[in-house]
């Protein structure tokens, strides 16, 4: 059977009335069973219709909330404990709900996924009801109206809050864990030093063999412990930074004259070359000095032997901009944005070489500190090229820029 044939049979059956009364009936079943809540609002942001999702969310009747305002409907305390009318509360000039409402009637604007604790009180809540807000505008009539749409997003919230709480618990948890280990592992490694010196009596050679491995793990593990604690101060703000005047050239040489010495051990030629006028900038000396450190033993390491590392520095505009190549295994295009996360290794590389998959996450805060970012480029197998843009004044940089992409 044809279409026409059909909706003329359907047209037989039923009179136009009957016809739109059944449309309107199905639409008012899809409306009520919208599982968020929606409310007709007029420009005087008094409600003209809900669906059977707000008076469930309300427990209160229809009656009881068209021809109201919202501040009644919703059970706001303004309403029911201050015993004002909604929008004449302290509390209303700053009600997202009706600052939104208002904002979208005035400039026919929609809002999205906006989302606020509202001072919502229904009796069988411990808390005020999360909801992310969303008004579109409309026009019936020639008149203009609002739908606003509430999605009660309470359990997400609490489940966030809870999640946010315990990640705070676990992280001051490793805190104190990492600083207490320090002062038995300064301990430890100076009682191995006094006997690798000899100043607690001779040391045979094959004592001296397990005594240097033994010094090599403390080391590890307390460059492990530093940089815990570090990134934790990093991550949480509470490391502070002291932000001075220097000679770029100074900061460069100190670390490149240590990581020369580390080159030179695993057979890698180590090249600098710093602009003559680099000049002068703001920044924290030793935290610069960690980031250049932990990018150059990263070249280093993942470099293999007779292969070569550069550091090139220039001043470009109201830039410091370091580059630093390697011609080593290099990283896949997939891992390039991952990297600088805490504890991401490349799982290639993970288990040959050692490390925590922290020293780029440290790298990365703290040139976001500097207002600076860092770049990364790579061809697996040819090598790895990371740019630091450093801001020559942190402070008037008004760049606020993420500092790990890829
Ligand atoms: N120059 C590089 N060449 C190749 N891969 C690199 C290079 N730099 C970093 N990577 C990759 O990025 C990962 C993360 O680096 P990151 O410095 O954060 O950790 P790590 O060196 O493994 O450990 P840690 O620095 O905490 O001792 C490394 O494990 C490695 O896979
Ligand atoms: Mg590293």
């Known amino acids: 059977m044809s279409q026409d044939n059909n909706s003329k049979n359907v047209t037989d059956k039923f009179s136009i009335e009957e016809l739109i009364d059944r449309k309107k009936r199905n639409l008012e079943a899809i409306f009520d069973s919208v599982p968020v809540s929606l409310l007709l609002v007029d420009e005087h942001l008094n409600i003209i219709r809900v669906n059977d ?13 068209i021809n109201h305002s919202t501040g009644q409907a919703l059970n706001c305390t303004t309403v029911t404990i201050d015993q004002k009318e909604c929008g004449k509360g ?42 992310a807000l969303s008004i579109e505008p409309v026009i019936i009539e020639d008149k203009n109206y609002i739908v606003v749409c509430l999605h009660d997003v309470t359990e997400r919230k609490s489940a966030e809050e809870k999640l946010i709480e315990a990640m705070e618990m676990k ?39 397990f005594l240097e491995l033994a ?4 080391d590890r593990l307390n460059l492990l412990v ?35 010495l580390l080159a030179k051990k695993n057979n890698i030629t180590l090249t600098v070359d710093i602009a003559s006028d680099i ?9 610069i000095s960690q980031v250049l450190t932990n990018l150059l033993s990263n070249a280093i390491k993942f470099t293999p032997q007779n292969g070569s590392v550069s550091l090139e520095a220039i001043r470009q505009h109201n830039e410091i901009v370091i580059t630093l190549s390697d011609t080593g295994i290099g990283i896949p295009k997939e891992d390039l944005s991952k990297i600088f996360e805490k504890f991401y290794r490349v799982e290639r590389t993970a288990n040959k070489t050692q490390g925590t998959g922290l020293g780029l996450a440290i790298v990365a805060q703290i040139i976001k500190r500097h207002n600076g970012r860092i770049l990364v480029e790579s061809q697996p197998g040819k090598g790895t090229t990371f ?13 606020d820029k993420d500092a790990a992409n890829g």
């Open 53 to 65: 999702t707000t008076r469930k969310l309300t427990n209160k009747d229809y009656c009881d909330i």
């Open 90 to 131: 302290q509390a209303c000039k700053d009600c997202p709900l009706r600052l939104n409402m208002q904002k979208t009637l005035q400039t026919t604007e929609p809002v999205h996924e906006f989302e606020f604790q509202s001072k919502t009180h229904f009796q069988d809540r411990e808390q005020n009801p999360w909801f």
């Open 171 to 209: 992280s001051q948890f490793i805190s104190t864990v990492s600083h207490d280990l320090r002062t038995p592992l300064t301990a430890i490694k100076e009682g191995i030093d006094i006997i690798l010196e000899g100043l607690a009596g001779k040391v045979k050679k094959k004592q001296r063999k």
């Open 215 to 218: 010094k090599r793990n403390v």
């Open 226 to 260: 530093n940089d815990v604690l570090d990134f934790q101060r990093l991550d949480s703000g509470g490391m502070k930074f002291d932000f001075t005047l220097h000679k770029v050239t100074d900061t460069i040489r100190e670390v490149t004259e240590i990581m020369t």
């Open 279 to 287: 000049g002068e900038a703001v920044f924290d000396h030793n935290r």
């Open 387 to 399: 740019t630091i843009h450093l801001p020559v004044d942190p402070a008037e940089s008004d760049t």
